[in-house]
């Protein structure tokens, strides 16, 4: 976990959310290697003027990844991106701030920038539960994840799912339909919906007070790869998790896998016996 002396309350100017939006970009620099740069240089700013030599000297940055930070590709339209954030109220948490979830600094392989559309303030509420399950789902998994997620809400628990089809839209769905809050955590980038036809759940979500939130940049596909690291923020940020139908490999299970590895609480929601 990064020194308690770097947790600072951070409102991003234009210069400084640049250097992070540049950091962000860089492909191979994961959220451990991001750690330990932070860790030694403090901000993305000394990052950004470091040489090859000093880059090399961090652990776990070796030559490749040093020439990825020296990309200049990466450096470029910065301005542009930081533009876009604004015009659609996109902002940026780091790990930096004061008020990043304490949830996630203790996790494995913690998101070091997050970006979010919506009600900041749900990072802070006081229960969270996932609900996660089957994009193929059935008519009773519909149903009961809609009732759970319903009933939850009526008692001040936000949700938390990944806005995917099936389970995790209904999760979202239920818990609007009680006029509760909704966190939604994506695989791709903010200015991404996906699926297409979770649009107006993806509306609907701002337009209650939700939040929407992701740690890839403006412009990230939905890869496949991304949906699995995805899963450990909804797991992170939660007290528990929900499961209600799930395939034997699945993103569901990996979650589970995610929610058990860091302490959290498992439910299973019993198979309809016909």
Not at 1 to 24: T, V
Not at 74 to 96: E, F, V
Not at 158 to 176: N, P
Not at 186 to 209: A, H, V, W
């Amino acid at each position: 976990m990064l020194s308690s002396a770097f947790l600072c309350i951070r409102r991003y100017h234009m210069e400084e959310q640049e250097y992070w939006i540049w950091l962000s970009r860089i492909e191979g620099l994961g959220p451990i290697k991001m750690k330990e740069l932070l860790e030694k240089y403090q901000t993305p700013k000394q990052i950004w003027n470091l040489t090859k030599e000093e880059l090399i000297q961090t652990k776990g940055i070796g030559e490749k990844i040093a020439n990825q930070i020296l990309e200049g590709q990466y450096r470029q339209n910065l301005k542009k991106y930081s533009a876009y954030m604004n015009q659609y109220h996109i902002g940026l948490i780091t790990i930096l701030d004061k008020d990043y979830p304490e949830s996630l600094k203790h996790i494995y392989d913690t998101p070091i920038i997050l970006f979010y559309k919506g009600n900041r303030e749900l990072l802070k509420h006081s229960y969270k539960i996932a609900m996660v399950g089957a994009r193929e789902c059935s008519n009773y998994g519909k149903q009961v994840s809609l009732q759970f997620s319903y009933e939850l809400a009526k008692n001040d628990v936000c949700i938390v799912s990944g806005m995917a089809k099936g389970i995790d839209a209904y999760s979202h769905m239920g818990c609007l339909q009680a006029k509760g809050k909704t966190i939604a955590v994506l695989g791709n980038g903010l200015d991404q919906i996906y699926p297409k036809e979770n649009s107006r759940l993806y509306e609907q979500i701002l337009q209650t007070g939700g939040l929407i939130l992701s740690e890839y940049i403006i412009g990230t596909k939905p890869n496949k790869l991304n949906f699995p690291a995805r899963n450990r923020i909804i797991s992170g940020l939660s007290k528990g998790v929900i499961v209600v139908e799930a395939k034997q490999k699945s993103g569901t299970l990996n979650t589970v896998d995610f929610a058990l590895d860091q302490g959290k609480e498992v439910f299973v929601v019993p198979r309809k016996h016909y």
